[in-house]
């Protein structure tokens, strides 16, 4: 009999959990809010509604295995489910979740496991009283100044970079956050050279598995691009083997179970640091549906029910551009895939300025890097057009 998996959420990375669950022969149930939210149109069963501690604990009661699209779900949510003992359904783990479940929460563990990371400044090591005590609190931070919602903050919502003078600056933001009671913390800005991500996947039996170290660009902190050299020598293969590392000792510490991602930033002066955990399949993983052998939301069902991990080989060039709402966007309306570029439309009905809407992805060899770039960013361009038009 098939397992009765249920997957929390109902965005696109939900949608692409179900097609690639629906490939091993497995049939979840989405927990959707809006019939219309991307996952429903490619799930057998749907149970729609506000999430409530009650209306999660029937579901974790009607299967037997819970897992999610992101990592927001609250204790709250979760209370009745832990009440009732069956916590332990939910995989990714609670227990692994706990240690890392908001940014500043990773951040104290990234500091305490000695992984090189962005220097921090925690609240109470700051005084904002006035510009001097400030100026006083950030006198070794010379690169520049980046404020962070320490929770519920994605897509560079809730990361705001100063120059390090910008004190009158910096003092206005800490106080209309503390007045909010958002949490936030303080980093030093990174003059970074290149962002990396790794994607990779852990079993509840220990076999871990990863996919080519990538460069990805953003826009507005919004990821847009995804580059991937298939076979990383030189420079990337050195980053790459220092990025598995740390995501092996870090699914360890926590005893991970299932896909995650780890951004890194590069700069030549600092090396590699580490700036975020997502615990759950990620968008710098959506070339691994087209470039790769196993995909990384296949590897995450393989990864929860312990089953062999699917290999990782992966072309020797691919590239991933995310197609974003702009402010000038109207209609929401796919994209046609040409020869290389194939487009994934999530079916999302309304368009925002930074909405991610779907994505492109071409792969191929190294030598057509610069070709394959070109066609997708046709695709994305003249999407871009005709959405505003
Ligand atoms: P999010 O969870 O919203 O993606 P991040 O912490 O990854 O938040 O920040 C979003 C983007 O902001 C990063 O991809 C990077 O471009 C920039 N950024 C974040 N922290 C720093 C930093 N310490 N130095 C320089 N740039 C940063």
Redesign the pocket.
């Known amino acids: 009999m098939k397992t009765r998996i249920a997957i929390l959420g109902a965005g696109q990375l939900a949608k692409y959990l179900v097609l690639a669950a629906k490939k091993l022969g497995l049939s979840p149930t989405v927990i959707a809010t809006f019939s219309f939210d991307p996952a429903c149109e490619v799930s057998d069963e749907v149970r729609l509604g506000e999430w409530t501690p009650d209306s999660l604990l029937q579901v974790f009661q009607d299967h037997e295995i819970v897992t999610f699209e992101n990592e927001w779900i609250s204790e709250h949510l979760l209370s009745k489910v832990k009440a009732a003992g069956l916590i332990n359904k939910l995989l990714p783990s609670f227990e692994s979740m706990k240690k890392v479940r908001t940014?500043w929460d990773q951040k104290q563990f990234f500091i305490g496991q000695n992984y090189a990371t962005?220097k921090t400044l925690a609240p109470s090591e700051i005084n904002f009283s006035t510009i001097s005590a400030l100026q006083k609190s950030l006198q070794t931070f010379t690169q520049?100044i980046?404020i962070?919602e320490s929770e519920l903050?994605?897509?560079?919502?809730?990361?705001f970079?100063f120059e390090s003078q910008d004190t009158e600056k910096i003092k206005t933001k800490l106080e209309s956050l503390t007045q909010q009671n958002i949490p936030w913390y303080l980093?030093?800005?990174?003059?970074?050279k290149q962002?990396l991500a790794l994607v990779f996947s852990r079993s509840k039996n220990g076999e871990f598995a990863h996919f080519p170290l990538v460069e990805?660009q953003?826009e507005k902190?919004?990821?847009s691009m995804v580059l991937v050299q298939g076979e990383n020598s030189g420079v990337m293969a050195e980053l790459e083997n220092k990025a598995v590392i740390i995501a092996k000792d870090l699914c360890e510490k926590i005893e991970w179970c299932g896909t995650a991602a780890l951004?890194f930033?590069y700069s030549e002066q600092q090396g590699l640091l580490i700036?975020?955990f997502a615990p759950r399949v990620h968008n710098s993983g959506h070339f691994t549906l087209t470039a790769s052998e196993s995909s990384q939301f296949e590897n995450h069902f393989r990864a929860i029910l312990n089953l062999p991990l699917g290999r990782c080989t992966t072309a020797s060039f691919a590239v991933m551009k995310n197609l974003l709402g702009s402010k000038d966007s109207k209609v929401a309306q796919a994209p046609k895939s040409t020869t290389h570029a194939e487009v994934f439309w999530y079916g999302k009905r309304e368009i925002r300025e930074g909405r991610k809407m779907g994505h492109v992805t071409a792969h191929g060899s190294i030598q057509c890097r610069d070709n394959l770039i070109e066609e997708v960013t046709q695709v994305v361009r003249k999407w871009q057009i005709k959405s505003s038009e």
């Open positions: 940014k962005a520049g980046v962070k903050a994605y897509d560079g919502k809730g990361v970079v980093e030093e800005k990174v003059l970074f962002e990805f953003s902190g919004i990821c951004e930033f700036n975020e």
